[in-house]
Nanobody
Framework: QVPLVESGGGLAQPGGSLGLSCAAS????????MEWHRQVSENERELVAA???????TYSDSVKGRFSISRDGTKKTVYLQMDELKPEDTAVYYC??????????????WGSGTAVTVSS
């Protein structure tokens, strides 16, 4: 298993900033990507940002230039810095980590979600 521990989030005013973090542990041989998604409807999660094993990053158009994804030296903790927040950024944010375990099996792990509310 690969448990993910998320922290951060909370309440911010429009134009403000918040940060999220997600730490992966357990049976991990390698990580191919670390991602942040957000729930945009009951049945849909939107990819917000991702960082890949080669350190390349990708962002949704809605957050490009405002959000920044990074990871620590161990490459098992991922961060999302959210600046210039807008009310439409309000959502539950989920961390997702994809990789391979020591057995050779691939895995996809999801965090339990952390709420972000942007409101004046």
């Amino acid at each position: 298993q690969v448990p993910l521990v998320e922290s951060g989030g909370g309440l911010a005013q429009p134009g403000g900033s918040l940060g999220l973090s997600c730490a992966a542990s357990g049976n991990i041989f390698s990580i191919s990507s670390m991602e942040w998604h957000r729930q945009v409807s009951e049945n849909e999660r939107e990819l917000v940002a991702a960082i890949f094993d080669d350190s390349t990053t990708t962002y949704s158009d809605s957050v490009k230039g405002r959000f920044s994804i990074s990871r620590d030296g161990t490459k098992k903790t991922v961060y999302l810095q959210m600046d210039e927040l807008k009310p439409e950024d309000t959502a539950v944010y989920y961390c997702c980590v994809r990789g391979r375990q020591w057995s050779g099996n691939s895995f996809i792990a999801w965090g339990s979600g952390t709420a972000v509310t942007v409101s004046s």
